[in-house]
Protein backbone atom coordinates (compact mmCIF):
# COMPACT_ATOMS: atom_id res chain seq x y z
CA UNK A 1 0.00 0.00 0.00
CA UNK A 2 1.50 3.31 -0.98
CA UNK A 3 -0.20 7.11 -1.35
CA UNK A 4 -0.24 8.66 -5.00
CA UNK A 5 -0.59 11.60 -4.12
CA UNK A 6 -1.66 14.10 -1.75
CA UNK A 7 -2.34 17.67 -3.52
CA UNK A 8 -3.65 20.83 -2.89
CA UNK A 9 -4.72 23.01 -6.21
CA UNK A 10 -5.98 26.78 -6.77
CA UNK A 11 -8.08 26.99 -9.84
CA UNK A 12 -9.90 29.54 -11.43
CA UNK A 13 -12.25 28.65 -14.03
CA UNK A 14 -14.70 30.61 -16.52
CA UNK A 15 -18.12 28.53 -16.78
CA UNK A 16 -19.14 28.45 -20.41
CA UNK A 17 -21.95 26.25 -20.78
CA UNK A 18 -22.62 26.16 -17.57
CA UNK A 19 -24.54 29.13 -17.35
CA UNK A 20 -28.41 28.97 -17.93
CA UNK A 21 -31.87 31.34 -17.63
CA UNK A 22 -33.18 30.00 -14.49
CA UNK A 23 -37.20 31.42 -13.83
CA UNK A 24 -38.98 29.93 -10.82
CA UNK A 25 -42.01 30.98 -9.03
CA UNK A 26 -41.21 31.11 -5.13
CA UNK A 27 -44.04 32.66 -2.97
CA UNK A 28 -46.14 34.31 -6.07
CA UNK A 29 -42.82 35.93 -6.92
CA UNK A 30 -41.20 35.35 -9.86
CA UNK A 31 -37.13 35.50 -10.10
CA UNK A 32 -34.89 35.31 -12.44
CA UNK A 33 -30.91 34.43 -12.15
CA UNK A 34 -28.22 32.47 -13.41
CA UNK A 35 -27.74 28.96 -12.54
CA UNK A 36 -24.52 27.51 -12.01
CA UNK A 37 -23.70 23.78 -14.00
CA UNK A 38 -21.37 22.26 -11.03
CA UNK A 39 -20.61 19.30 -13.25
CA UNK A 40 -16.86 20.82 -14.38
CA UNK A 41 -16.40 24.24 -12.19
CA UNK A 42 -14.38 21.98 -9.08
CA UNK A 43 -11.17 20.81 -11.20
CA UNK A 44 -10.44 17.31 -10.47
CA UNK A 45 -13.38 16.91 -8.26
CA UNK A 46 -16.48 16.56 -10.18
CA UNK A 47 -19.82 18.02 -9.01
CA UNK A 48 -23.41 16.13 -9.40
CA UNK A 49 -25.21 18.09 -11.61
CA UNK A 50 -25.49 16.04 -15.42
CA UNK A 51 -27.62 18.82 -17.44
CA UNK A 52 -31.00 18.27 -18.64
CA UNK A 53 -32.57 15.45 -20.71
CA UNK A 54 -31.17 16.17 -24.37
CA UNK A 55 -28.41 17.73 -23.53
CA UNK A 56 -25.57 16.38 -25.62
CA UNK A 57 -21.41 18.10 -25.16
CA UNK A 58 -18.48 17.23 -27.06
CA UNK A 59 -14.85 17.10 -24.50
CA UNK A 60 -11.33 16.43 -24.94
CA UNK A 61 -9.15 15.53 -21.50
CA UNK A 62 -5.69 15.63 -21.81
CA UNK A 63 -3.20 14.44 -18.46
CA UNK A 64 1.24 14.85 -19.45
CA UNK A 65 4.35 14.15 -17.79
CA UNK A 66 7.47 15.12 -18.39
CA UNK A 67 10.62 14.63 -17.46
CA UNK A 68 14.48 14.91 -18.01
CA UNK A 69 16.61 14.32 -14.91
CA UNK A 70 17.43 10.86 -16.14
CA UNK A 71 16.79 10.74 -19.96
CA UNK A 72 14.24 12.48 -21.67
CA UNK A 73 10.54 11.48 -21.42
CA UNK A 74 7.33 12.86 -22.38
CA UNK A 75 3.99 11.16 -22.26
CA UNK A 76 0.34 12.32 -22.66
CA UNK A 77 -2.75 10.57 -22.77
CA UNK A 78 -6.49 12.43 -24.17
CA UNK A 79 -9.88 10.97 -23.61
CA UNK A 80 -12.08 12.41 -26.55
CA UNK A 81 -15.84 11.62 -25.57
CA UNK A 82 -19.38 12.24 -26.30
CA UNK A 83 -21.59 12.92 -23.49
CA UNK A 84 -25.97 12.10 -23.80
CA UNK A 85 -28.43 12.83 -21.03
CA UNK A 86 -31.23 10.25 -22.68
CA UNK A 87 -33.62 10.53 -19.39
CA UNK A 88 -33.82 12.22 -16.57
CA UNK A 89 -30.65 11.77 -13.82
CA UNK A 90 -28.85 9.52 -16.60
CA UNK A 91 -25.73 10.70 -18.37
CA UNK A 92 -23.64 8.09 -20.82
CA UNK A 93 -20.45 8.66 -22.13
CA UNK A 94 -18.46 6.77 -24.84
CA UNK A 95 -14.71 7.56 -25.42
CA UNK A 96 -11.79 6.95 -27.22
CA UNK A 97 -8.18 6.79 -26.03
CA UNK A 98 -5.26 8.64 -28.04
CA UNK A 99 -1.59 8.74 -26.31
CA UNK A 100 1.97 9.89 -26.88
CA UNK A 101 4.90 8.46 -25.54
CA UNK A 102 8.80 10.17 -26.17
CA UNK A 103 11.04 8.35 -24.39
CA UNK A 104 14.78 7.87 -24.65
CA UNK A 105 17.46 7.02 -22.10
CA UNK A 106 15.50 6.52 -19.13
CA UNK A 107 15.88 3.89 -16.85
CA UNK A 108 13.70 0.92 -16.62
CA UNK A 109 11.84 2.07 -19.13
CA UNK A 110 12.33 1.30 -23.48
CA UNK A 111 12.81 3.73 -25.67
CA UNK A 112 9.98 4.95 -27.79
CA UNK A 113 8.84 7.55 -29.83
CA UNK A 114 4.87 6.54 -31.04
CA UNK A 115 1.25 7.87 -31.48
CA UNK A 116 -1.26 5.53 -30.35
CA UNK A 117 -4.70 4.63 -29.95
CA UNK A 118 -4.84 3.07 -26.43
CA UNK A 119 -8.60 1.85 -25.61
CA UNK A 120 -11.90 2.79 -25.39
CA UNK A 121 -14.02 4.16 -22.55
CA UNK A 122 -17.67 4.34 -21.37
CA UNK A 123 -19.21 6.39 -17.97
CA UNK A 124 -22.30 5.94 -16.90
CA UNK A 125 -23.52 8.94 -14.89
CA UNK A 126 -26.89 8.20 -12.32
CA UNK A 127 -27.85 11.16 -10.52
CA UNK A 128 -29.57 10.07 -6.88
CA UNK A 129 -30.19 13.42 -5.81
CA UNK A 130 -30.93 16.54 -7.28
CA UNK A 131 -29.90 19.54 -5.33
CA UNK A 132 -32.44 21.73 -6.59
CA UNK A 133 -34.76 19.37 -5.14
CA UNK A 134 -32.94 17.68 -1.96
CA UNK A 135 -30.38 19.60 0.90
CA UNK A 136 -27.73 18.46 -1.35
CA UNK A 137 -26.76 16.58 -4.76
CA UNK A 138 -25.69 13.63 -5.14
CA UNK A 139 -24.73 11.21 -8.00
CA UNK A 140 -23.01 7.51 -8.52
CA UNK A 141 -20.79 7.71 -11.71
CA UNK A 142 -19.16 4.46 -13.49
CA UNK A 143 -16.28 4.52 -15.97
CA UNK A 144 -14.96 1.21 -17.00
CA UNK A 145 -12.21 1.31 -19.82
CA UNK A 146 -10.02 -0.99 -21.77
CA UNK A 147 -6.40 -0.09 -22.18
CA UNK A 148 -3.77 -1.84 -24.87
CA UNK A 149 -1.33 0.75 -23.98
CA UNK A 150 0.29 1.73 -20.39
CA UNK A 151 -0.07 4.93 -19.71
CA UNK A 152 3.08 5.71 -18.00
CA UNK A 153 5.41 3.52 -19.85
CA UNK A 154 3.73 3.02 -23.41
CA UNK A 155 4.42 -0.74 -23.16
CA UNK A 156 1.40 -2.49 -25.24
CA UNK A 157 -0.46 -4.38 -22.46
CA UNK A 158 -4.03 -5.80 -22.18
CA UNK A 159 -5.71 -3.89 -19.44
CA UNK A 160 -9.20 -3.67 -17.77
CA UNK A 161 -10.25 -0.91 -15.10
CA UNK A 162 -12.80 1.21 -14.05
CA UNK A 163 -13.90 4.09 -12.09
CA UNK A 164 -16.38 4.33 -9.49
CA UNK A 165 -17.17 7.89 -7.94
CA UNK A 166 -19.87 9.18 -5.74
CA UNK A 167 -20.22 12.32 -5.85
CA UNK A 168 -21.79 14.90 -3.36
CA UNK A 169 -22.46 18.98 -4.01
CA UNK A 170 -24.17 21.38 -2.57
CA UNK A 171 -25.17 24.95 -2.92
CA UNK A 172 -23.69 26.93 0.39
CA UNK A 173 -24.35 30.24 -0.80
CA UNK A 174 -27.36 30.86 -3.40
CA UNK A 175 -25.21 31.64 -6.85
CA UNK A 176 -22.03 32.50 -4.81
CA UNK A 177 -20.22 29.29 -3.42
CA UNK A 178 -20.42 25.70 -4.10
CA UNK A 179 -18.63 23.00 -2.18
CA UNK A 180 -17.91 19.50 -3.48
CA UNK A 181 -17.09 16.02 -1.73
CA UNK A 182 -16.02 12.44 -4.11
CA UNK A 183 -14.96 9.29 -2.89
CA UNK A 184 -13.00 7.14 -5.51
CA UNK A 185 -13.06 3.61 -6.07
CA UNK A 186 -10.39 2.74 -8.91
CA UNK A 187 -9.95 -1.44 -9.68
CA UNK A 188 -7.67 -2.12 -12.62
CA UNK A 189 -6.47 -5.76 -13.96
CA UNK A 190 -3.36 -5.66 -16.56
CA UNK A 191 -0.84 -8.13 -18.59
CA UNK A 192 1.83 -7.29 -20.36
CA UNK A 193 1.78 -8.48 -23.96
CA UNK A 194 5.60 -8.24 -24.01
CA UNK A 195 6.66 -10.51 -20.21
CA UNK A 196 3.42 -12.14 -19.75
CA UNK A 197 3.60 -10.72 -16.14
CA UNK A 198 0.10 -9.92 -14.51
CA UNK A 199 -1.02 -7.26 -12.19
CA UNK A 200 -4.36 -6.72 -10.18
CA UNK A 201 -4.35 -3.48 -8.43
CA UNK A 202 -7.18 -0.87 -7.02
CA UNK A 203 -6.79 2.69 -5.82
CA UNK A 204 -9.37 4.38 -2.85
CA UNK A 205 -9.34 8.35 -2.66
CA UNK A 206 -11.07 11.35 -1.36
CA UNK A 207 -11.61 15.13 -3.25
CA UNK A 208 -13.04 17.96 -1.33
CA UNK A 209 -13.47 21.41 -2.81
CA UNK A 210 -14.99 24.65 -2.99
CA UNK A 211 -15.62 27.47 -5.90
CA UNK A 212 -16.71 30.97 -6.07
CA UNK A 213 -18.33 32.85 -7.92
CA UNK A 214 -16.90 36.08 -8.17
CA UNK A 215 -18.16 37.35 -11.51
CA UNK A 216 -20.87 36.04 -13.78
CA UNK A 217 -19.70 32.94 -15.27
CA UNK A 218 -16.11 33.10 -12.98
CA UNK A 219 -15.54 31.09 -10.47
CA UNK A 220 -12.32 30.77 -8.27
CA UNK A 221 -11.60 27.83 -5.71
CA UNK A 222 -9.47 25.57 -3.95
CA UNK A 223 -9.05 21.37 -3.84
CA UNK A 224 -7.45 18.72 -2.25
CA UNK A 225 -6.92 15.28 -3.24
CA UNK A 226 -5.67 12.33 -1.28
CA UNK A 227 -5.03 9.14 -3.46
CA UNK A 228 -3.65 5.24 -2.13
CA UNK A 229 -2.63 2.67 -4.19
CA UNK A 230 -3.16 -0.91 -2.72
Given at each position: MKTIAIATILLATTAVGALAD??????????????????????????????????KEFEKETSAGFGKRMGLYAA?????DFKYVP?????????LLLSY????????????????????????KYQLLDRNHAPFGLTLFAQPRWTRIDEA??????????????ALDKEI???RLFGA????????????????????????????????????GVLIGAETRYLRAH
Open positions: DDDDRGGRKQSGLKVDTEHIFGFTEGADIGDVGDSSTLLLPGVLISPGHGISGVPGLDDRQQIAFPGLSFEVSGERVREFSSEFTLLPQINLIYEPEISRSHETGEQERGSGLGVSAALAAQILP
